[in-house]
């Protein structure tokens, strides 16, 4: 069973764009929030970005103005804008949604900014 699909990884050029989708399973009960985290070899996973059931989006100071998560809830899917893309941006993203039952992960997409 997926209940995370994630999809819009993949090789840019710095200063390029890409688009990431995750799309939760409407099997997935009360989800609380959904976003995005990042993880490069050897340093810890972070927060990229997030946004509540409320609307409430939160964006890693790395980020700020450069990316841009939205929602459609219709769909249960959440989507993250990345502009001015840079080489320090290469990672496996990884969508999350958190439930009232527990935090799920997708499998992880990667992203790489590079000449």
């Known amino acids: 069973q997926v209940q995370l699909e994630e999809s819009g990884g993949g090789l840019v050029q710095p200063g390029g764009s890409l688009r990431l989708s995750c799309a939760a399973s409407e099997t997935i009960p009360s989800i609380n929030a959904m976003g995005w985290y990042r993880q490069a070899p050897g340093k810890q996973r972070e927060l990229v970005a997030s946004i509540t059931r409320g609307g409430t989006t939160t964006y890693a100071d790395s980020v700020k103005g450069r990316f841009t998560i939205s929602r459609d809830s219709t769909k249960n899917t959440i989507y993250l804008q990345m502009n001015s893309l840079k080489p320090e941006d290469t990672a496996v993203y990884y969508c999350?949604?958190?439930?009232?039952?527990?935090?799920?992960w997708g499998q992880g997409t990667q992203v790489t900014a590079s000449s």
């Open positions: 999350m949604t958190r439930t009232t039952f527990g935090t799920l």
